[in-house]
């Protein structure tokens, strides 16, 4: 018996593509319902109840925190989120999976994986998940989560989670990640008012690394802190006045 699953996001063309890759990665699962927004979310579980929701954690009206709170322990369910960190440090090893905006194929197929592993038992008990997720989203969204750049005539939509660094450049600021660099007219103090604290480091007057791409910190010859960080070839110069930040590593 096939297993059967519905996808519930606002995004259309994301939502297209889901159906794109879940028919690359997982041929066997039908896909019952394809739905933008939570109450046309609820509506399709009670009319196909599927063994398997992909399911938007935000969408205007009934978010996917309440969908799955009102699904209860009904099916498994692989969230769909842009807010990283936050998020996925909600979630309790085993009992749920995540896939993060913008998606990826290899990222989708584990989680399809983990998920088949899942089916043969009873769909896990989500509230204390859903609290932690609902909290920590909570905060989330006081913080800056997307970037639209340019890179040469394109305009590029960018999420924090994937910036390497920003560094002032001339009246622009670079945004580099590990596939390109683009450029953005918001300053570097204005964008250090709008980051994650937690998440994104400056580390001189023209430098903020996201603390998830650092790979390793070393002293040049005359005993200045370097970042090395993950995807880029660059180093990043530490000042003084932030060096103390790194000093224990």
């Known amino acids: 018996m096939s297993t059967r699953a519905i996808i519930v996001e606002d995004e259309l063309l994301l939502r297209h593509q889901i159906e794109d890759m879940l028919a690359e990665v997982w041929p066997q699962l039908q896909v019952l319902d394809s739905v933008g927004d939570g109450s046309s979310g609820m509506a399709a579980f009670e009319q196909h109840r599927p063994d398997l929701l992909f399911l938007d954690v935000e969408m205007p009206g009934m978010s996917g925190l309440e969908l799955a709170r009102r699904v ?120 250090l008012e709008q980051l994650d604290p937690a998440m994104f480091w400056q580390v001189h007057r023209s430098t903020i690394v996201n603390a998830m791409a650092v790979d390793s910190v070393v002293r040049d010859g005359d005993g200045r802190l370097l970042l090395r960080v993950k995807g880029r070839p660059e180093t990043l110069r530490v000042s003084q006045t932030f060096a103390s930040r790194f000093r224990q590593m």
């Open 72 to 191: 209860g322990g009904r099916c498994h369910i692989v969230f769909i989120t842009a807010y990283g960190q936050h998020a996925v440090a909600a979630f309790d090893a085993g009992a749920v999976d995540y896939v993060l905006k913008p998606i990826d194929t290899e990222r989708l197929a584990l989680a399809c994986a983990r998920v088949r592993e899942r089916l043969a038992g009873p769909p896990q008990p989500l509230q204390h998940v859903l609290d932690q997720l609902a909290a920590r989203i909570g905060q989330a969204q006081s913080h800056l989560r997307w970037i639209t750049a340019a890179r040469g005539a394109a305009i590029r939509l960018i999420t924090v989670e994937q910036v390497c660094y920003f560094q002032a450049d001339t009246k622009y600021t670079r945004v580099a990640c590990a596939d390109g660099e683009s450029l953005i007219h918001t300053p570097l103090r204005e964008l």
